[in-house]
């Protein structure tokens, strides 16, 4: 599986379609590209490169209906899958309203 079939797959299950440009943009910075391999250190790589780059995502619309037709996306489950992401790869979860101490 390549990185880019293992990031449309997560974020699928979200109802997001993730663009080859959004993917140059999470792999921007990386020695990985969308074609690599999806295991080992490249797993991580992807896996760190979504976690920072769900905040754009919720950004767009929750929903769109357009001539009948609807469509929306599962803002509260990316949300709780972002926070298990920068929990597990020990990133500042930018999203939290949770309080947080500074000790100077």
């Known amino acids: 599986m390549t990185i880019k079939e293992y990031i449309t797959s997560k974020f699928s299950t979200f109802g997001f379609n993730i663009s080859d440009a959004d993917l140059l943009d999470m792999l921007n910075g990386t020695d990985f590209t969308s074609d690599s391999t999806c295991e080992g250190d490249a797993l991580n790589v992807a896996n760190v490169a979504m976690a920072k780059y769900i905040p754009s995502l919720l950004l767009r619309a929750t929903s769109i209906t357009e001539n009948g037709f609807s469509m929306s996306w599962n803002i509260n489950g990316i949300k709780e899958y972002y926070t298990i992401l920068c929990s597990r790869y020990g990133l500042d979860n930018e999203l ?9």
């Open 96 to 104: 939290s309203d949770r309080p947080t101490i500074e000790f100077l």
